[in-house]
């Protein structure tokens, strides 16, 4: 029972963060009318930060996609989350930067998926995997079916880059 009221708990924080990210978003466009998947999904804050709490961490608990995830990170910690967040706001019609973007630590997000994937060996059913369970955080914090598709779609173009390299 603890364990539900603490699921609920972390749901009510993520829709509630996700509704303060579209807010801020919208305050934050002037009235110009960006209406895209981004801004819906709070840019890259909103986005960045539905990473870090839920999708990372059911990523990493998953059993086909865990083994891949972990032992393969060679970057510091919450660097990946924020070049993917930066890539996801870009490519669903934010104002981040495509690829290069330089982070606080002075991390560089890298311009390769193949680059950055190189020696992991992912086939695609992890790859399937890890944007159903994109999907599947996404529905459980409200996100609309449209929006989760148009993510998928994202993460779907970055296959190849990812895929047995």
Do not use: T
Not at 37 to 66: H, K, N, S, T, Y
Not at 82 to 92: F, I, N, R, S, T
Not at 103 to 113: A, E, I, K, P, W
Not at 130 to 148: R, Y
């Amino acid at each position: 029972m603890k364990k539900r009221l603490w699921y609920g708990f972390g749901l009510s924080v993520v829709v509630i963060g996700l509704l303060a990210g579209v807010a801020r978003a919208a305050e934050q466009d002037g009235g110009n009318g960006n209406n895209s998947v981004a801004a819906r999904l709070g840019g890259f804050q909103g986005i960045l930060a539905f990473l870090d709490r839920f999708v990372v961490p059911a990523e990493v608990a998953d059993p086909v996609v865990g083994p891949f995830f972990v032992p393969n990170i060679k970057e510091p910690a919450g660097d990946i989350e924020q070049c993917l967040a930066m890539l996801l706001d870009h490519d669903l019609g934010g104002s981040s930067p495509h690829f290069g973007a330089i982070l606080q630590d002075q991390h560089q997000c890298r311009s390769s998926m193949s680059d950055i994937h190189r020696g992991f060996r992912i086939p695609d059913r992890v790859i399937d995997r890890f944007i159903a369970i994109v999907g599947e955080q996404a529905a459980m914090a409200g996100v609309a079916d449209a929006d989760i598709q148009e993510v998928a779609n994202v993460l779907e173009r970055y296959r190849g880059g990812v895929r047995n390299k």
